[in-house]
């Protein structure tokens, strides 16, 4: 081998190298960002299926105790359930994803948002609250 071929050689491993580490980026975000939006439509599924059969949201220590949830330490997720009052009664959950990307849900639609909700500002949790709360799945 010629020292130029291995130059070349050399080159092309460094730029497969580098393209390898910049493409799993935006990978791995989408794969925090997905984690968190089926924890949180879990979360929606276990509320709203308690909700049928009893009539109000439970706090989430409710759902881990019937194992209709289990507990993720790595995942921060905040609920809030709200009974009776001016607007009924309807929860919202965020959780949030490894890529710091918030996702909601709740009683307001089958959608999973990077927002919170319309009409829903005072019910759902800040990012803030999401980035501290329970630990839920």
């Keep these: 081998m010629s020292i130029p071929n291995v130059i070349v050689a050399v080159s092309i491993s460094v730029a497969v190298l580098i393209a390898a580490v910049v493409g799993t980026g935006p ?22 299926g308690f909700f049928a059969v009893y009539g109000f949201y439970p706090e989430g220590d409710q759902l881990v105790a019937l194992h209709l949830l289990h507990r993720n330490e790595n995942l921060p997720v905040f609920l809030r359930p709200i009974n009776g009052g001016a607007m009924g009664s309807y929860f919202c959950v965020g959780v949030r994803a490894g890529s710091g990307t918030t996702w909601y849900g709740g009683s307001i639609s089958n959608e999973i948002l990077d927002h919170v909700p319309a009409g829903f500002a005072a019910a759902c949790p800040t990012a803030a609250q999401v980035k501290a709360g329970r630990h839920l799945q």
């Design 27 to 48: 990978a791995i975000r989408f794969a925090q960002d997905a984690v968190a939006m089926e924890s949180a439509a879990a979360i929606r599924d276990a509320e709203n």
